[in-house]
């Protein structure tokens, strides 16, 4: 394919589904300010194509809209998907099962043949290859891989190929983010390290009352505010007799759905949360006992740090039935529901009754303080996460199921067998030394590493936007909001803008 040559660099936006798509627009208007670039964009909802298309902000060299690759595809070729796992040293059912619509979540309207989820994947390869040669980008903008499978194999294909790709990776003090190249952002581990073996005085105490202030319990507090639909009675109405009028995208997330099976499944929800609420308000601990404990907080589910990084614990509930197994005779394991499960319908009860049948168990409302979980524990045990963090500051032991960038400190185990799990805890509850040294060097690592802004409350106000173009699918009362949008948090994606540039 001919390579179009060009005397400014070519920025890649990924504009993905809800608030992401306006976020990293902002970011990329910032960065047009002050990098002599140009920009290409894959748009993955035909909603916010008008928008991208009509605003003058940005002059996109190509919009390309990611659905029709696969659109009115119904077959595939195997040896071809052979072709690319090998090429591109791909682990395709991996990711295939990390996207919620592939499999396990979200199955109410359809569930997908092998075939149809493989017609897919292969053109979607296709479609992203032919970009990535077509441009050749000097950056590719994202958010953090794994939302779906789309975006994890666009980033999977962009770093085997080695272009520059950056995302906007959270970390686990409340508004910083690190602009990041890989999922875990490594960049914190390895500054840790140059940290701690050039001797530097990092005597600072760090304690609880240090994170009880940065705490993403704040963050937490937002996300539980989060509403994909802020509009009035009337509006909702009016776009839901809408929706049910017009036939839906045609995008994969939407197979299967049909009038009948959408007003039946907004009825049956709204059912369905009152009801697994009221089993967890009866059945769950609300108050934190004297027994010696370890604290398992479970994740929200489906969530894309889970199915995308932790793949082998996404299923929570058999994982916390092996770590009960592991536990010393004289100990509970202290499970507590993630207070932003609301916002996902909770799980289902079935799953609230598997973890209260498990004797040495005990479950905890979400209202239930995290901190003080920790606090009155003798360590954590997560799959990765912001608690298990936290918990250094309370000079308690963490064991990890999966890689975070804090894993590198040695107060932290690492579980790489389920297996060795019993006598690594008996290990570490009996030997576990606390080291300040360490504790002072990942907090001096984040703060270097990150920058300091109001994602979240962007994230929140990314989702107000993204929800005017999708109830009023009008680019110009949508541009009106984004004007706003951009000038409340003008610093913030002028920062970004600037870390981004240094990294081109």
Not at 106 to 115: A, E, I, K
Not at 144 to 169: D, H, Q, S
Request: charge should be neutral; proline fraction near 3%.
């Amino acid at each position: 394919m001919e390579e179009i040559h060009s005397d400014k660099n070519t920025v890649l936006l990924w504009l993905d589904n809800g608030p992401y798509a306006y976020i990293h627009f902002a970011i990329a208007h910032a960065l047009s300010k002050i990098s002599n670039s140009e920009f290409v964009g894959i748009v993955t909802n035909k909603q916010d194509v008008s928008f991208f298309e009509n605003q003058k902000y940005l002059k996109f060299k190509k919009l390309f809209y990611y659905p029709e690759c696969y659109q009115e595809k119904s077959s595939y070729d195997s040896e071809k998907l052979k072709e690319f796992e090998k090429k591109y040293e791909l682990d395709l059912w991996l990711d295939i099962f990390s996207d919620r619509f592939f499999h396990k979540y979200r199955s109410d309207f359809h569930v997908f043949t092998p075939d149809e989820i493989l017609t897919i994947i292969e053109n979607s390869l296709h479609f992203f290859i032919n970009i990535l040669e077509e441009f050749h980008p000097k950056l590719i903008l994202m958010q953090t891989a794994g939302e779906n499978v789309a975006n994890l194999l666009f980033y999977r294909l962009a770093k085997k190929l080695e272009f520059n790709i950056l995302m906007t990776n959270i970390v686990h003090l409340h508004n910083r983010i690190a602009i990041s190249d890989n999922l875990i952002t490594r960049e914190i581990s390895e500054e840790f390290q140059k940290i701690l073996s050039s001797n530097q005085n990092i005597s600072k105490e760090y304690d609880e009352n240090f994170i009880k202030k940065e705490s993403l319990a704040e963050t937490v507090r937002i996300q539980s505010s989060f509403s994909f639909d802020n509009s009035t009675l009337s509006q909702k109405i009016k776009h839901f007799a809408k929706r049910l009028s017009n036939d839906p995208e045609s995008i994969y997330q939407n197979f299967g759905k049909t009038k009948s099976k959408m007003f039946k499944a907004r009825y049956e929800n709204h059912f369905k949360i009152k009801k697994r609420e009221q089993f967890l308000n009866e059945n769950s601990l609300k108050s934190i006992g004297n027994e010696k404990f370890l604290y398992f907080p479970l994740h929200t589910e489906p969530e894309a740090k889970i199915l995308a990084t932790a793949p082998f614990f996404s299923d929570q509930i058999s994982l916390i039935e092996n770590i009960a197994r592991s536990m010393p005779i004289d100990y509970f394991l202290c499970v507590k529901e993630h207070p932003t499960q609301k916002s996902k319908s909770w799980r289902s009860i079935l799953d609230y009754q598997r973890i209260l049948a498990i004797p040495n168990v005990k479950f905890f409302h979400p209202s239930v303080n995290s901190q003080d979980l920790i606090s009155k524990s003798s360590g954590v045990i997560a799959i990765s996460g912001s608690t298990a963090f936290e918990t250094l500051f309370f000079k308690k032991p963490v064991f990890l199921l999966a890689e975070d960038y804090y894993d590198v400190v040695s107060m932290v185990t690492k579980i790489s067998e389920i297996s060795k799990l019993p006598k690594l805890i008996k290990t570490s509850l009996n030997n576990f030394k606390f080291k300040n040294d360490e504790l002072n060097a990942i907090i001096q690592a984040t703060e270097n590493i990150s920058i300091s802004v109001n994602y979240f409350s962007i994230m929140k106000d990314g989702i107000y936007l993204s929800s005017i173009q999708r109830n009023t699918n009008d680019s110009n009362v949508t541009l009106k909001h984004f004007e706003k949008f951009f000038k409340n948090y003008e610093n913030d994606f002028n920062l970004f803008a600037k870390t981004i540039s240094d990294k081109i």
